[in-house]
């Protein structure tokens, strides 16, 4: 009976660790917006603010998308517009926070951190970066390796 019983102990051990070795993936957002090398690695987007419509765009240059690896350094060009201001509206950027993280169907990677930045403007003269239609507001994201 104890033989048995110990059989069983193992069987269920076994059936147990074999259910956990399926492979398991994370459903593929497809309503994502992605860098894209046919774009010229360029990604532009539209947002409405209180009225004011801005544009901002996304690029890593001359980094071979194609090519993209989790452990390289590479940069993330960022500007932002303002477009169609109402007459002597000034708009003013105060802070830009950037969280960097992967996107995967592999659950180990999703969601995985990458880096992370804050941008202020340090001065006394305004309280912000100023953006016009002529005017952008740019900066370069180095993302660091790990």
Same mark, same amino acid.
């Given at each position: 009976?104890k033989?048995y019983?110990?059989?069983l102990l193992?069987?269920?051990?076994?059936?147990?660790?074999?259910?956990?070795?399926?492979?398991?993936?994370?459903?593929?957002?497809?309503?994502l917006?992605t860098?894209?090398?046919?774009n010229?690695?360029?990604?532009e987007?539209?947002?409405?603010?209180?009225?004011?419509?801005?544009?901002?765009?996304?690029?890593?240059?001359d980094?071979?998308?194609?090519?993209?690896?989790?452990?390289?350094?590479?940069?993330?060009?960022?500007?932002?517009?303002?477009?169609?201001?109402?007459e002597?509206a000034?708009?003013?950027?105060?802070?830009?926070?950037?969280?960097?993280?992967?996107?995967?169907?592999?659950?180990?990677?999703? !969601?995985? /951190? +990458? =880096?992370?930045?804050?941008? &202020?403007?340090? !001065?006394t /003269? +305004? =309280?912000?970066?100023?953006? &016009?239609d002529?005017?952008?507001? +740019?900066?370069?994201?180095?993302?660091k390796t790990?």
């Open positions: 009976m033989r019983v110990e059989a193992i069987m269920v051990m076994v059936t147990l660790c074999l259910t956990g070795c399926g492979e398991e993936t994370v459903p593929k957002e497809k309503e917006q860098l894209n090398p046919v010229g690695n360029t990604l987007k539209e947002h409405e603010i209180e009225g004011f419509k801005f544009i901002t765009t996304y690029n890593t240059g980094y071979d998308l194609n090519r993209w690896r989790v452990t390289d350094s590479k940069v993330i060009n960022m500007t932002a517009q303002v477009t169609e201001a109402p002597g000034t708009v003013l950027i105060e802070h830009v926070h950037v969280d960097m993280s992967l996107k995967s169907t592999n659950p180990q990677f999703d !969601g995985l /951190s +990458q =880096d992370n930045m804050d941008d &202020s403007y340090h !001065g /003269s +305004q =309280d912000g970066f100023f953006v &016009s002529t005017y952008q507001y +740019q900066n370069k994201f180095a993302i790990h």
